[in-house]
């Protein structure tokens, strides 16, 4: 703690950031940011975007840019992204933005690095938005990602044509929707951790993802299996796989 306070003191550290590494989180002008999770956890508190004003999502942006380095944001609208490009306008911190996922880091952010291989693959061109979600978390984090799109169930042999490439990956993120049976098609066919993804595509009953959770729930094959749309969620899973993954090759 005096090592904290002397850094305060000297200028060499901001109250908030010495906030954040003395209580585990700040209190900003528009609510409190967890700044320990990634140290907690292995992954980083993301900011939702969603229900919040373009206003606090910069806000909160801007605290987690100062306490941590990086700012994941998901969910976000063109409004909400112009609210952040302002916050950050002038200064030295780089944007990326892929879809609703917005990520900004510090120019004192270095990047990470994991030894460790994420293949993230999609039923069809609906799936890419949460695809994208997980993506951003994948490669903040420092895994590689090896994206295969378009490769449902609909034309079979598509997907047994990636067989080897997806045998590769160290954990394997799929995404599908309507009836989602592309999780366990593929679990069925490798060796490697899947974690299947139910996307709200689809009609009529079952529709918005319903039966693509239901069917992925009901797999006879080994998989885990996140809630609809949630992108974000089984990226962080996968990390903490990847994560694992790289510290048993040290």
Known sequence: MRDILEAVAAGE???????????????G????????RGER??????????????????????TAVETTGRALITRIDDE?????????????????????????R??????????ATVGLVTAGTVDGPVADEA?????????????????????????????DRLSRA??????????????????GLVDTPVIGVPVSSGYGFGGDGRAALSGMLQSCTVLSVVNVDAGFVAGCQAVLIARAIDGAGE
């Open 13 to 27: 550290l901001s109250p908030v950031r010495a906030e954040a590494e003395l209580a585990g989180y700040v209190t």
């Open 29 to 36: 002008e528009a609510g409190r940011f967890d700044a320990a």
């Open 41 to 62: 956890r292995g992954i980083p508190e993301a900011i939702l975007a969603e229900g919040k004003t373009p206003e606090q999502v910069a806000s909160l942006a801007a």
């Open 80 to 104: 909400g992204a112009a609210a952040v490009e302002d916050r950050f306008a002038g200064g030295d911190a780089t944007r990326e933005r892929r879809g609703s996922t917005l990520v900004v």
């Open 106 to 115: 510090g120019a004192d952010r270095e990047p990470a690095e994991l030894a």
């Open 135 to 163: 993506e951003v978390v994948c490669a903040d984090a420092g895994a590689s990602v090896d994206r295969i799109d378009d490769v449902g169930v609909a034309a079979l042999d598509r997907t047994l044509d990636q067989v």
């Open 170 to 187: 160290d954990v394997l993120i799929v995404c599908a929707g309507r009836e989602g049976a592309l999780p366990t098609v593929i679990a």
